[in-house]
């Protein structure tokens, strides 16, 4: 079982910058996928970043692209989202997630184990 723990999110007024991180329990965080997704009120959960076990090649939602930037530290078992140039339509719960295996998919069906959350708002 692997328990993923996010931190880092906040209130930010447009343009701001925060940095999301995500600490997966467990030895073999190396094995494993790591994504994030968002849900904001009233819609669905949706892809944002992903990035694979083994070679460290990321895959972004289109709507983040040249914004976000999801990176990955095996030795301290973290994974972070920076977040750049952030827009009120950002607002949402972000969500780390994790998947055996090595290839980013974007469904979130596609994920095992979830975090908590936790909420970004970003103010116009």
């Known amino acids: 079982q692997v328990q993923l723990v996010e931190s880092g999110g906040g209130l930010v007024q447009a343009g701001g910058s925060l940095r999301l991180s995500c600490a997966p329990s467990?030895?073999?965080?190396?094995?494993?996928?790591m994504g994030w997704f968002r849900q904001a009120p009233g819609k669905e959960r949706e892809f944002v970043v992903g990035?694979?076990?083994?070679?460290?090649?990321?895959y972004y939602a289109d709507s983040v692209k040249g914004r976000f930037t999801i990176s990955r530290d095996n030795a301290k078992n973290t994974v972070y989202l920076q977040m750049n140039s952030l827009k009120p339509e950002d607002t949402a719960v972000y969500y780390c997630?994790?998947?055996?295996?090595?290839?980013?998919?974007?469904?979130?069906?596609?994920?095992?184990?979830w975090g908590q959350g936790t909420q970004v708002t970003v103010s116009s």
């Open positions: 467990g030895r073999t965080f190396s094995r494993y996928v």
């Open positions: 990035i694979s076990s083994s070679t460290g090649s990321t």
């Open positions: 997630a994790a998947r055996m295996g090595r290839t980013v998919l974007v469904g979130s069906y596609d994920y095992d184990y």
